[in-house]
C-alpha cells in the first residue's frame, strides 16, 4: 500500500458530543440513582469516566434537573472531567431533556451520542464502535439479542401479538447520529408531544434508517433496586470491587 492509499484510509474523525441525561426522578428506584454509591463512586462518575477517556469524544453536555446544577459541576470539577462542556436544566420528559442537551452542543459537533447516566456499565470500545457506525451510517444504537420469548400484551396482560425472536433485540444507549438529524427529530418529537422511550425513536420516526452494533449485556441501566445486585456482580467480575 503506497503512502496516498494510506492516508485515504486514513478513519474520519468526526467531531462528536456526547449529551448525558440525568434528569429523572429516580421514581422507581426510589432514590436519584445518579448519585447513588456505586462501590464508592457515584453512578454518574462511573457513565462519564469512559466519555471523558475516549478519543472519540470532543466534548460532553450534562442534562439534570435544575436544583441539581451544582453538585453536579462539582461532581465533574472534583473528578477532572474537564471534557464537560455544560451542565444545563432538563425537562419534564426524557425527550425534552435530550432535546436541551443537544441544543447546547458546540458549533463544530458533527455526530451527537446520548446516553442515560443511568448506565454506568458503558466501556470505551462499545463508544467507539457506535462512533465508526455512525459516522457511515448517520445513526447508531447498541443492541443485544433477546433471550426470552416477546410477545405484545394489552392493558389486561393477556397477550394480542407476536414478535419473531430472531427479530428481536433490546435497545441501549449510547445512541450516535448525525447532528443536524438528531436535533431536528427532537424537535418534531417534543413539537408534537410524542411519548418516546428512546432518540432513536425520534430518528426512525423521521424516516431515518437507524443501524445497530452489537450492545453489552452488562450495560443495564439501573431502573429498580435490584438492579443495584446486578451492578455490583459487574463490578465483581471486573475486578473493580
Ligand atoms: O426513566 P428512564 O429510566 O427511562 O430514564 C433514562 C435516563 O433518562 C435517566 O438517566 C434519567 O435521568 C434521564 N431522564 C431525564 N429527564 C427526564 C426523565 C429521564 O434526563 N425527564
Known amino acids: 500500500m503506497n503512502l496516498k492509499d494510506l492516508f485515504s484510509k486514513k478513519k474520519s474523525d468526526p467531531h462528536c458530543s456526547v449529551v448525558i441525561v440525568a434528569a429523572g426522578s429516580g421514581e422507581r428506584m426510589g432514590a436519584d440513582k445518579v448519585f447513588l454509591d456505586l462501590a464508592g463512586v457515584p453512578v454518574l462518575a462511573r457513565t462519564l469516566k469512559p466519555f471523558q477517556d475516549s478519543e472519540c469524544v470532543d466534548e460532553i453536555v450534562i442534562v439534570t434537573r435544575t436544583e441539581k446544577l451544582s453538585e453536579v459541576s462539582d461532581l465533574c470539577s472534583s ?11 432538563g425537562g419534564a420528559t426524557r425527550t425534552e431533556s435530550a432535546l436541551a442537551g443537544v441544543s ?14 443511568a448506565r454506568p456499565f458503558i466501556t470505551k470500545e462499545l463508544i467507539s464502535s457506535l462512533v465508526s457506525c455512525a ?14 420469548t416477546i410477545r405484545i ?23 450516535i447520529f448525525d447532528a443536524d438529524i438528531i436535533k431536528g427529530a427532537l424537535s418534531y418529537a417534543v413539537t408534537h408531544e410524542r411519548s418516546l422511550t428512546d432518540d432513536s425513536s425520534a430518528a426512525k420516526m423521521m424516516g431515518v434508517k437507524v443501524h445497530t452494533v452489537s450492545g453489552d449485556p452488562d ?13 455490583a456482580a459487574i463490578l465483581k467480575s471486573r475486578g473493580e470491587s
Open 219 to 231: 450495560n443495564i441501566k439501573l431502573t429498580v433496586p435490584d438492579d443495584l445486585i446486578k451492578g
Open 153 to 175: 400484551v394489552d392493558d389486561e396482560g393477556v397477550i394480542t401479538g407476536d414478535t419473531d425472536r430472531n427479530y428481536a433485540v433490546q435497545i441501549q444507549t449510547p445512541q
Open 135 to 148: 459516522d457511515q451510517f448517520m445513526a447508531a444504537v447498541p443492541a443485544v439479542r433477546c433471550a426470552d
Open 79 to 89: 473528578n477532572g472531567f474537564t471534557k464537560v462542556s455544560k451542565v444545563v436544566s
Open 104 to 117: 447546547e452542543v458546540g458549533p463544530k459537533t458533527k455526530l451527537i451520542a446520548i446516553h442515560d447516566a
